[in-house]
């Protein structure tokens, strides 16, 4: 597709159950990203892969979230035995390998009631 | 640590009138890039302008500019000629230079134009 895609747009779960969120990156983008953001308030950055590799996940803030890119193009984020305090918006986005600038996808808003 | 600083939590400016929005970073690294996103109450982030800490002339796209100090470490945008379309959050951020990398983002300014 001509944009980044992330699927599903919105998702209600119940507390203590598993999710997992997609994304499907401009097609040719090596680098792909994951963010977290909250109600008037900026991207908090997640996690970040260049090809199939985890080349930064120093903002997972627990053992409960989880993201793979298995072949090098789509990532699915897992979050287990999900919080009411992980609800927010998760934005994806992509990047070509030797430029910083990263596209970004609509998001996927989780609530977790 | 990298961090990012944006100190007008929100804005007002007339339609066709310029506005500047601050954005102060910290950094010990000689090699970054500054970006500058704009997010509509729709939600999708939008890439405006990119500065790399190297690039010795002020990035401009169409009516957006980023007036870049780097002694001062401030890379603010500034859009002419607002107009309606342009009430959003905007958000400054900061990466590598010519590389991908972990952004992060400031906590944004959200601007609003008053016909």
């Known amino acids: 597709g001509a944009g980044v895609s992330q699927t599903p747009s919105n998702k209600v779960t119940e507390k203590g159950k598993y999710v997992e969120l997609r994304c499907d990156p401009i097609s040719g983008h090596t680098a792909l990203y994951w963010y977290r953001q909250s109600l008037g308030q900026g991207p908090e950055f997640l996690i970040y892969f260049q090809g199939t590799g985890a080349a930064d996940d120093s903002g997972l803030p627990n053992d409960r979230f989880f993201a793979v890119r298995p072949e090098g193009s789509v990532s699915t984020l897992k979050i287990q035995r999900t919080e009411r305090g992980d609800s927010a918006v998760y934005l994806c986005a992509s990047s070509l390998r030797d430029r910083g600038q990263a596209f970004f996808g609509q998001g996927t808003r989780l609530t977790v009631v | 640590a990298q961090k990012i600083t944006q100190t007008q939590p929100g804005m007002f400016v007339q339609e066709k009138e310029a506005v500047t929005l601050d954005c102060t970073y910290d950094?010990?690294?000689?090699?970054?890039?500054l970006f500058w996103y704009k997010q509509p109450s729709s939600g999708e982030m939008i890439f405006l302008i990119y500065q790399g800490s190297y690039d010795e002339q002020n990035a401009t796209e169409g009516r957006y500019s980023l007036n870049f100090q780097k002694a001062r470490k401030s890379a603010n945008l500034v859009i002419s000629a607002s107009q309606l379309g342009d009430s959003a959050m905007y958000f400054c951020?900061?990466?590598?230079?010519?590389?991908?990398?972990?952004?992060?983002f400031g906590s944004g300014t959200r601007l609003s134009i008053r016909p």
């Open positions: 950094t010990s690294d000689q090699s970054y890039g």
């Open positions: 951020a900061m990466g590598r230079y010519s590389s991908a990398s972990k952004i992060i």
